[in-house]
Structure formats: C-alpha cells, structure tokens
C-alpha cells in the first residue's frame, strides 16, 4: 500500500463500490494506491475478477471524485499484479456486507478438488445469526457472490465467495 | 468486450440515441460521471506497463496471447449460448458466470496482443473483425456445445488444463501474461470445480444419467489432446504444453473412476496437414458461432452505446 497525501487518499478510499454500494473501493480491497507528485494524482486501482465489469464505473468515479476534490490532473492506472482476494477487504467492509444481508469470506484459497462427500464451511445467517445454512448455487447475481439459504429463518442470502 | 468509439462525426446533433445523450451527460451534481462506458475507462489494461521484456520477441508473445485469448473468448461465447437453454436457473447463473470470467481473460489477452505485436490494434478489432482463419483456438472450445452433458464434459477438460498452465504461466517473464495467468488460476479453479461436481454428479446419479456423461466424454475427448500438442510459437514463449498432458490426464482419470465413468479410448482428432486450430485450421463449427458473434459490431461499426 502506498503511503499518500492524506487528502486524495481519503477522496479516493471514499469512493462507494458500484455493485456493492455499503464498501468503499477502499473496504474492498481494490483501491490499491494513491500517489501525489506536484498537482498530479494517481489512483491504482486493482480488479476483482477479470471479467469485472463494474472496474471502468470504478475508475471513472475515482477520476471524476478526485477531480471535484479539486485535482486538476488525475491518472487513473489498474494493476493487476498481486491478484485481488477477497482477503484485501477489510474488517469494517466485512461488518457492513454482514449489516448489509451479504456474508463476507473466509479466509482466501483456491476451492479444492475434491472427489469425496461435500463438506461445506459453517456460514453463518446474516440475517438471524443461525448456522444452519446450505449453499444453493455457487454462483450468483455477480461474478464475486454466491446464493445461500437459511434454514432457520428460511431466508436466502448472497454471500461473497473466497477468491 | 467494450463500446466502440465513434468515428469523428459519427454522431452528430441529429443522431438521438437515448443511449448516446445518457454517456454524454457530463458529470451529475454531486461530481459522480453517470454511466462509464465511453469515458475511455474501459481499457483492460488501463496504465499497465505494457513494455514488452527484454529477451522476448513482440511478435511471438502476441500470437502466444491469441492463441489462449481466442479459447477464452470462444469458450465464453459456447457457455453464454446457454443463457435461456440451462436445466435450471442456477445452472444458467453459473454458466454465465463461467463465461463472464473467460471473457475478461480473453479481453486482457488480446487487448496485450494487440500490444505486443506493435500493431496497436485493440481487443474490439481482433475479437470482431478477424476472420475464421485467423482465429488460434483449439477445436476443443469451438465445438457445439451439445446437451448439458457433452458441455460439462468439454468444461471438465478445458478448465482441467488451463488452470495447469495458468499455474504454470503464473511465473512467466511477461509480466501482463504472468498477472493474468496469477488471476485466473483462482477462477478456473471454481470453473474445474464446478465441471467435477457435474461429473461426479451425473456419472454416479443414475444408469441413464451417467450414460449421458460418458456419451459427451467420449463425443469431446478426441479434442483434448491438442492442447498438448506444442506449437512452435509456445516453444520460442517458453510454455510447452505438451508437459501438461500426463497430469491433467491424471486429475481427470481419478475424477472419472470417482464418477464411476470410463476414460475414453478415443484416438485425438487427426489435424490437417500438420495443422489445427493454432494454425487457424477450424472445424466447421467455429464459422456459424463467429457470424453470430460478429454480426452486431460488423452491421454497426464504430457504433457506441
């Protein structure tokens, strides 16, 4: 993380994630640097999936924030390397995905191949705490979130999915 | 892939696209643009240093990415034709996601081929305006797609080996192609986990479930091997396949006898000459699946939206 000038740092870490508007680009992980030299700003920004689409959305807001923050000169830069994971968002994005209905993750790691009998991580409910939940599809309404469901109050749920 | 720019005088003060005059909004009051698309944001590889590293040729990486970037987006194009057709909408869901991650890999790869080469030619140019002949797929990935079956069987194969050689691509000197590689290990990793839960699922569900499995194993494995088969190109980038072919046979030899499913005897489809789909040398199945993929941005060019 690259230490910057506080001030466009902060205009750029405030930056709502426009799939996920309860985390800032900054909760999330992806808003991977800000550098200031003279008047010009850079943001770095680093996607989630690769077939995000929400990434130009991000990076257009980035640049038009900063721009009304006051920053006449403004570069908006994507870097792809290290890969994002979902262990770059932080413990106040993972409390407001939680307030929000949406699980947050575990702990990052490749899902293994596995061949014996399915067993599932204990997810907890968001919505009432229960942890008698079952996965319903791996996939959801984004390329980051999975559909579950609660047995106990009966309730589906998204939740963010380990990458 | 991406909006196409206007040409200059494209869109005139009598051109009324509802769509158009919401890109051109300008800022909203609170400082937020409206809509990203034509704001020039959309580059994969918006800033990325694209120099390409000493020691390796412009023209051989720029093929090397075509080849890998035309099997993502083809693939991407068979799964998204699923949309509307899956047994069950979770499954349409999942499809489309699969697709959707393949699609992004395959707009980072030809968006950094078109780099590489010199011929500054962007992701929209090579995906929509190249030719049949001049796609570098493997067969595998532009065959029908069959029934749900014959799919999850191309999937199981197709994701099996390329997330071996994303693994082993992570660590290539290409910076650009390591970071894609390091990124997509992860999401052909769900892709592979997801075609062996179907797998197993199918072939150890019932008589008539697993004979459909096997039927589409037996109708796609003749085209796994030629992801093994190195072409000159991946031997000058220093990716040869061929190292792949006995474990990825492995993984999915113990994934079948899990699945109670046999592994196909079939000999690899004959190539032409020599030659197959790196060489731009297709099955008849890939012209219909680019003339409906093309046909849009070739009715409409320079369009934006």
């Not at chain 1, 640049?63 to 413990?91: F, K, Q």
């Not at chain 2, 002949?133 to 999937?155: K, T």
């Not at chain 2, 039927?215 to 031997?235: I, N, Q, T, Y």
Request: charged fraction near 25%.
């Amino acid at each position: 993380m690259v230490t910057a000038p506080a001030a466009a740092w902060d205009v750029a870490a405030a930056v709502p994630d426009p799939e996920l508007p309860m985390l800032t680009l900054a909760e999330l992980g992806v808003l991977a640097g800000v550098e200031t030299e003279g008047g010009a700003v850079t943001a770095w920004l680093t996607p989630t999936y690769s077939g995000c689409p929400a990434i130009a959305e991000m990076a257009a807001d980035v640049d038009a924030r900063l721009r009304a923050a006051g920053y006449p000169d403004v570069r908006v830069r994507l870097r792809l390397d290290p890969p994002w994971s979902t262990d770059r968002i932080t413990e106040d994005g993972r409390r407001k995905l939680a307030e929000a209905g949406i699980a947050p993750p575990g702990p990052a790691g490749p899902p293994l191949l596995r061949l014996g009998p399915t067993r599932h991580r204990v997810v907890s409910c968001p919505q009432c705490g229960g942890t008698d939940t079952e996965e319903l599809s791996r996939f959801g309404s984004t390329a980051c979130k999975a559909l579950w469901r609660c047995r106990d109050c009966r309730e589906p749920f998204e939740r963010i999915k380990e990458i | 892939m991406t909006d196409h720019h206007a040409m200059p005088g494209h869109h005139g003060a009598g051109d009324d696209h509802v769509y158009l005059a919401l890109s051109e909004a300008g800022p909203e009051p609170d400082g937020e643009a409206r809509w990203a698309y034509g704001t020039g944001f959309s580059d994969p590889l918006l800033g990325v240093d694209t120099t390409v590293p000493a020691g390796l040729d412009g023209a051989d990486l720029a093929a090397y990415c075509l080849m890998l970037g035309d099997d993502a987006l083809v693939l991407a194009q068979r799964l998204t034709e699923w949309c509307t057709r899956a047994p069950e909408l979770e499954e349409e869901v999942a499809l489309a996601n699969l697709g959707l991650d393949l699609l992004g890999q395959a707009r980072l790869l030809l968006t950094r081929a078109g780099q590489a080469d010199g011929s500054g030619r962007g992701e929209d140019e090579l995906a929509y305006w190249r030719e049949e002949h001049e796609f570098r797929n493997v067969r595998l990935v532009e065959a029908p797609n069959g029934d749900f079956a014959h799919s999850v069987a191309r999937l199981l194969l197709f994701a099996t080996a390329r997330g071996a050689l994303y693994r082993l691509l992570a660590g290539h000197p290409d910076p650009v192609l390591a970071a894609v590689a390091a990124r997509g290990v992860l999401e052909l990793a769900y892709h592979q986990e997801y075609a062996t839960a179907w797998t197993l699922r199918l072939g150890d569900g019932t008589p008539y479930s697993a004979a459909r499995m096997q039927a589409g194993l037996d109708a796609v494995w003749p085209l796994l091997d030629e992801l093994f088969v190195p072409h000159a190109v991946e031997l000058r980038i220093g990716a040869d396949p061929s190292a792949l072919r006995e474990p990825v046979l492995r993984t999915l030899a113990a994934v079948l006898a899990e699945a109670g499913l046999t592994v196909p005897e079939a000999r690899p489809l004959a190539s032409v000459g020599g030659r197959a789909g790196r060489d731009g040398v297709h099955t008849e199945a890939l012209g219909p699946l680019l003339a409906e993929f093309q046909v849009v941005a070739r009715a409409n060019p320079g369009a934006t939206w």
